[in-house]
């Protein structure tokens, strides 16, 4: 096998816009020689498994998965691909919204004479 430092295919890697509650995720193809260790980052914070997120991760492909996201869940997130042969790092972002539409009310003040 001949090295090949890691690529990140970012076809898959467009920003997007979802409801709280309305499952995301990104299915990511990597390549490289050898097979590149990935991790996931949002803004500064590694991401690891729990509550409702979970990573995938496989020989030139990683998945990151929220099953259940919230409007905190909104931001940047960064996913690093890494050999001995040097680095790769691509960044998507998400916006999560309200699930239920938010009204504005109006008020007005009736003067009486």
Known sequence: ???VPPRI????LKDITVKEGE???FDVKI?????PEVEWMFGSKKI???NNRRI???PNNSKLINSKPERKDSGIYKITATNK???DSAEVEVTVVCKYP????SFTTLGLD
């Open 56 to 58: 995938e991760n496989v």
């Open 1 to 3: 096998m001949f090295p």
């Open 102 to 105: 938010v009204f504005a009310a």
């Open 85 to 87: 042969y040097g680095t």
């Open 48 to 50: 690891y498994d729990g």
């Open 9 to 12: 295919d970012r076809k898959n």
């Open 31 to 35: 390549i490289g020689e050898p097979a």
């Open 23 to 25: 499952p995301f995720f």
